[in-house]
């Protein structure tokens, strides 16, 4: 079978159609955050993706996709493959490091805007509800009305999407469905996907045809370091069980990072992203170097 389309949840895919877009990248994240009306996003501006950390000796993170709308306001977007505590850490890490980049000497605390982080997990986490969508605010324990403004945390969990579980959102169920219906197996798109004009626009960029043999190969990697990190969480947690011992578990989680980064160095990933993604030190991928 001939590929038609690739899978925009790809890194490859997913960089190209929102990394340079502006429209399209503001359709995305207008239908996809808990925005009111008069919050809706009209302009934005790209940032650099690396987030230089503020300390010294801090640790830089690259981001997916990061901009600025024209209120100051900062968002930050990542597709993520597998769920993870350590996931979950560098969000609160990288979105807390983007609301106190804005702080400048003599600058006023009341001037910081809000930074919202939008995260599309290809992955389950929340196994005790049917909800798919999380959003999160720094809200008080007993009064959810009183929140601190600031910070701002939307997860979604593209396993759990189906097009009849948001009845008023047009917008976000076809965002979502073009998340999560294309891909290497896609022969035909549906018409209202296309009828969109950003969305149209997306899936042309889908077209295996505007990839050269260099993009193809990077996307193939890419999946074999999906499968193999899926195979190694797998091995370990149930390697874990087996010991029946928390300690096992830890021991297992840490082999595991171990294993997809001697894999993730020997497909030829640069370390920043190989630390980024596996947890391990600078100096734990300098040991695993001298092993190859």
Not at 113 to 130: C, G
Not at 135 to 156: A, C, P, Q
Not at 272 to 292: Q, R
């Amino acid at each position: 079978m001939i590929m038609k389309y690739l899978d925009p949840k790809a890194d490859l895919t997913f960089k190209k159609i929102f990394g340079n877009h502006p429209k399209r990248l503001i359709s995305l994240l207008n239908a996809l955050l808990p925005l009111s009306e008069e919050e809706q996003i009209q302009e934005i501006k790209y940032l650099p993706t690396e987030l230089v950390p503020q300390l010294e000796g801090g640790k830089n993170t690259i981001v997916d996709v990061l901009c600025t709308d024209v209120r100051g306001r900062k968002f930050c977007v990542e597709m993520q493959m597998e769920w993870s505590d350590a996931f979950q850490q560098r969000v609160l890490f990288n979105a807390s490091k983007l609301y106190v980049s804005q702080a400048k000497k003599g600058g006023k605390y009341s001037e910081l805007q809000p930074v919202y982080s939008l995260n599309l997990i290809n992955d389950i986490f929340a196994h005790d509800t049917p909800d798919f969508i999380h959003n999160y605010r720094i809200v008080h324990d007993k009064d959810s009305n009183k929140v601190i403004e600031g910070l701002h945390f939307t997860f979604i969990e593209l396993p759990k999407f189906t097009p009849h579980s948001i009845a008023d959102k047009r917008m976000m169920v076809l965002w979502l469905r073009f998340l999560t219906e294309i891909n290497s197996n896609t022969k035909e798109i549906p018409s209202d996907l296309l009828n969109d004009p950003e969305i149209g626009k997306a899936v042309e960029e889908l077209e295996i045809s505007g990839f050269s043999d260099a993009e193809l190969r990077a996307y193939d990697k890419f999946w074999d370091s999906v499968s193999i990190e899926r195979t190694l969480i797998d091995d370990s947690y149930q390697k874990g069980m087996e010991k029946g011992r928390a300690e096992g578990i830890e021991e297992g989680m840490n082999q595991r990072s171990i294993e997809i980064g001697r894999k993730m160095l020997a497909n030829g990933m640069d370390e920043a992203s190989v630390m980024d993604m596996t947890g391990l030190t600078a100096e734990e991928i300098k040991l695993l170097k001298a092993e190859m």
